[in-house]
């Protein structure tokens, strides 16, 4: 990465917190012991700050010393299923695509799954409190959800607790395609 623009990206990061609580720059400087001008060329990307400079704005505004520097995650994101290279299980039959793999903080990950022509994938009991989506994109199914069996068709979804041991079958003439969300409590 480029210290330009690291240094707009503390830059703006900077002005933005102290916008949002409404700080003058004189009083940052007084929260930071960091000078006016010092702060006026941080917030404006004109100033490549020390590492101890940063730390004495993280520590006067009481925020993490990563605030200024980590990368943010975007407001959208926009994921190919087709670019991602699937995972198969032992037979090259089960094939799973992460979507959006789950995130610290975040308790759902989702997944597209390919059901080959006679697919049969026995998948164990997850813990407790886990709940599974399954929404079928293209073919037919059938799930077997502890000694319960659901066929689904091509449009149909199913949401099951997922503590149980769960069989996914392909019995259509093509492939089964399905989008499956994982709830985690």
């Keep these: 990465m480029e210290s330009v623009n690291l240094n707009d990206r503390i830059g703006t990061r900077l002005k933005k917190i102290r916008m949002n609580r409404n700080l003058s720059l004189d009083k940052l400087a007084q929260l930071t012991d960091v000078s006016k001008p010092m702060l006026g060329q941080i917030e404006r990307g004109e100033s ?11 520590k006067g505004l009481q925020v993490p010393f990563t605030t200024f520097i980590e990368e943010e995650k975007p407001q959208v994101k926009v994921v190919n299923r087709e670019a991602i290279k699937p995972l198969p299980d032992e037979s090259g039959q089960f094939l799973v695509r992460p979507i959006f793999p789950k995130e610290i903080g975040k308790p759902v990950e989702c997944f597209s799954i390919t059901l080959k022509q006679q697919c049969h994938y026995r998948s164990e009991a997850h813990p407790e409190g886990v709940a599974e989506y399954i929404f079928v994109e293209t073919g037919k199914m059938t799930l077997t959800v502890a000694t319960e069996e659901f066929v689904l068709n091509q449009g149909e979804a199913i949401q099951f607790a997922a503590h149980y041991e769960h069989v996914y079958k392909n019995i259509g003439e093509d492939d089964c395609i399905l989008v499956m969300m994982i709830f985690y409590r």
């Design 48 to 58: 490549n700050p020390t590492v101890s400079t940063l730390w004495k704005i993280a």
